[in-house]
């Protein structure tokens, strides 16, 4: 009796050694940020890249978003490592999607999106959202930079094995709930260390009613919640959405393939090591108020009474007190973007809810797809006309406002609605304050000028 996780990671398995388990790599995803100093290293040992055709570039992290910006990146750290990238990627053979490219895009949207990353592989990525590419079916996680250099060199690479953590989703949402409002929940609930030592699979008649987009939402923050891995059972769905895929199988090879992955699911709940359950039944819209996504509350709860000095912390760092309500936020910026929430099927809900209707005069909103597949798709669906209309800033892809590597900065003070992943101090920019919600939520917020449901 083995978990979906077992099963796929023992087909991978090549040799045990004390309590840690040499794993083939299928694939292997890069960006500018973890990889030079990967690369140097090989150069440095004298070794060579043993599968480039296993191993693909993005240039996300550092990438200008302002389309006139991106011909001359005026950051010199940013420019430096998108060149050094440029550079590696032509020496050692891998194929570079960079800023001119059709496919270039956050790393963990075109994984999917290019159906590089389909059921049963293993996927690793110089990126602690690895996890993303779980909801697919896979074993996808982050590893460090000498990591990195080690699966360059070897096409594999030694891990623990964790335990089996279910988490049974059950119920029917409401219109105005996704998987954003699941996952911090979950987070809020349990605290942000629950899946640590686990990998997370997500199960139950909740997760089998969401699309493959909303599945990658879910799977994405499985690391704030503490667990290195977040996956899903491939469906139906999941085959529907990789046929046809540049890199998926083709033809006989697809019906082939899909014969291989039949046996791609958990033999029993019994085979997890721990269960726990949410009803989402009666579940409403979350909005994180604190500094980590466990500081989470409903749409209408008032924030908590301080109990640690965390706590305190955080109502300093955010400028609101217990008993306020999400209502009560002073919100002037809007960030609608990343790998959590950049997807064209979150930038259709946005557009349903900002067609004929023009953003509140306190706000500034920006919307950041997260690939340039999602972007012209945007476009020829008429979606970024409404976007400009409504009076936000439309950009191109890149990781932006999530974590603010580049010029993609939350000003000091400023509270921002935002449909990224992490909430932490200074994560959007120095003395910025984030504010996590789904992509229902932050358009409107946008269009009400508060974080309401209106």
């Given at each position: 009796?083995?978990?979906?996780?077992?099963?796929?990671?023992?087909?991978?398995?090549?040799?045990?050694?004390?309590?840690?388990?040499?794993?083939?790599?299928?694939?292997?995803?890069?960006?500018?940020?973890?990889?030079?100093?990967?690369?140097?290293?090989l150069?440095?040992?004298?070794r060579?890249?043993?599968?480039?055709?296993?191993?693909?570039?993005?240039?996300?992290?550092n990438t200008p978003?302002?389309?006139?910006?991106?011909?001359?990146?005026?950051?010199?750290?940013?420019?430096?490592?998108?060149?050094s990238?440029?550079?590696n990627?032509?020496?050692?053979?891998?194929?570079?999607f960079?800023?001119?490219?059709?496919?270039?895009?956050?790393?963990?949207?075109?994984?999917?999106?290019?159906?590089?990353?389909?059921?049963g592989?293993?996927?690793?990525?110089?990126d602690s959202h690895?996890?993303?590419?779980?909801?697919?079916?896979?074993?996808?996680?982050?590893?460090?930079?000498?990591?990195?250099?080690?699966v360059?060199a070897?096409?594999?690479?030694?891990?623990?094995?964790?335990?089996?953590l279910?988490?049974k989703?059950?119920?029917?949402?409401?219109?105005?709930?996704?998987a954003?409002?699941?996952?911090?929940k979950?987070?809020?609930?349990?605290?942000?260390?629950?899946?640590?030592?686990?990998?997370?699979?997500?199960?139950?008649?909740?997760?089998e009613?969401?699309?493959?987009?909303?599945?990658?939402?879910?799977?994405?923050?499985?690391?704030?919640?503490?667990a290195?891995f977040?996956?899903?059972?491939?469906?139906?769905?999941?085959?529907?959405?990789?046929?046809?895929?540049?890199?998926?199988?083709?033809?006989?090879d697809?019906?082939?393939y899909?014969?291989?992955?039949?046996?791609?699911?958990?033999?029993?709940?019994?085979?997890?090591?721990?269960?726990?359950?949410?009803?989402?039944?009666d579940?409403?819209?979350?909005?994180?108020?604190?500094?980590n996504?466990?500081?989470?509350?409903s749409?209408?709860?008032?924030?908590?009474?301080?109990?640690?000095?965390?706590?305190?912390?955080a109502?300093?760092?955010m400028?609101?007190?217990?008993?306020?309500?999400a209502?009560?936020?002073?919100v002037?910026f809007?960030?609608i973007?990343?790998?959590?929430?950049?997807?064209?099927?979150?930038?259709?809900?946005?557009?349903?809810?900002?067609q004929?209707?023009?953003?509140?005069?306190?706000?500034t909103c920006?919307?950041?797809?997260g690939?340039?597949?999602?972007?012209?798709?945007?476009?020829?669906?008429?979606?970024?006309d409404?976007?400009?209309?409504?009076?936000?800033?439309?950009?191109?892809?890149?990781c932006?406002?999530?974590?603010?590597?580049?010029?993609?900065?939350?000003?000091?003070g400023?509270?921002?609605?935002?449909?990224?992943?992490?909430?932490?101090e200074?994560?959007?920019?120095?003395?910025?304050?984030?504010?996590l919600m789904?992509?229902?939520?932050?358009?409107?917020?946008?269009?009400?000028?508060?974080?309401?449901?209106?």
């Amino acid at each position: 009796m083995k978990t979906l996780f077992d099963k796929i990671w023992d087909k991978h398995k090549i040799v045990s050694e004390d309590d840690k388990d040499l794993l083939y790599v299928d694939l292997h995803l890069i960006h500018e940020v973890t990889s030079p100093q990967a690369f140097e290293g090989l150069r440095l040992n004298n070794r060579k890249l043993r599968r480039p055709d296993l191993t693909f570039a993005t240039m996300d992290h550092n990438t200008p978003t302002i389309p006139e910006h991106r011909e001359n990146v005026s950051d010199p750290l940013s420019r430096e490592q998108l060149c050094s990238l440029e550079e590696n990627c032509r020496e050692f053979g891998v194929k570079l999607f960079d800023m001119s490219s059709e496919n270039n895009g956050i790393v963990h949207m075109i994984g999917p999106e290019l159906g590089l990353s389909i059921p049963g592989k293993t996927i690793v990525c110089g990126d602690s959202h690895t996890a993303t590419h779980g909801a697919m079916g896979a074993i996808a996680f982050g590893i460090g930079t000498s990591e990195v250099e080690n699966v360059f060199a070897t096409q594999c690479i030694w891990q623990t094995k964790p335990k089996n953590l279910g988490v049974k989703v059950t119920g029917k949402s409401s219109a105005n709930v996704f998987a954003k409002d699941i996952i911090l929940k979950l987070i809020a609930d349990n605290g942000v260390a629950f899946g640590t030592g686990y990998a997370i699979e997500f199960f139950g008649e909740a997760i089998e009613a969401l699309n493959v987009e909303e599945r990658l939402s879910l799977c994405n923050m499985s690391i704030e919640a503490g667990a290195k891995f977040g996956l899903i059972k491939p469906d139906q769905k999941t085959l529907d959405y990789i046929e046809g895929r540049p890199y998926a199988p083709q033809g006989d090879d697809f019906e082939q393939y899909k014969k291989d992955i039949e046996d791609l699911f958990t033999d029993s709940e019994q085979a997890y090591d721990k269960i726990i359950t949410l009803d989402i039944s009666d579940l409403k819209p979350q909005i994180s108020y604190g500094t980590n996504p466990a500081m989470t509350v409903s749409l209408d709860q008032p924030f908590p009474q301080i109990e640690t000095t965390e706590d305190t912390r955080a109502y300093q760092y955010m400028g609101l007190e217990p008993g306020m309500t999400a209502a009560q936020i002073p919100v002037e910026f809007v960030f609608i973007g990343s790998c959590t929430n950049g997807r064209i099927n979150d930038l259709r809900i946005v557009a349903e809810i900002m067609q004929d209707q023009v953003i509140a005069d306190n706000i500034t909103c920006v919307i950041v797809p997260g690939s340039m597949q999602v972007l012209k798709q945007a476009e020829a669906e008429g979606l970024v006309d409404i976007f400009k209309e409504a009076g936000c800033e439309m950009r191109y892809p890149g990781c932006s406002y999530c974590l603010a590597m580049n010029e993609d900065r939350v000003e000091p003070g400023v509270h921002c609605a935002s449909t990224s992943n992490r909430n932490f101090e200074g994560r959007q920019g120095e003395g910025s304050r984030t504010h996590l919600m789904s992509p229902y939520m932050a358009a409107k917020t946008a269009i009400n000028g508060r974080i309401v449901d209106e």
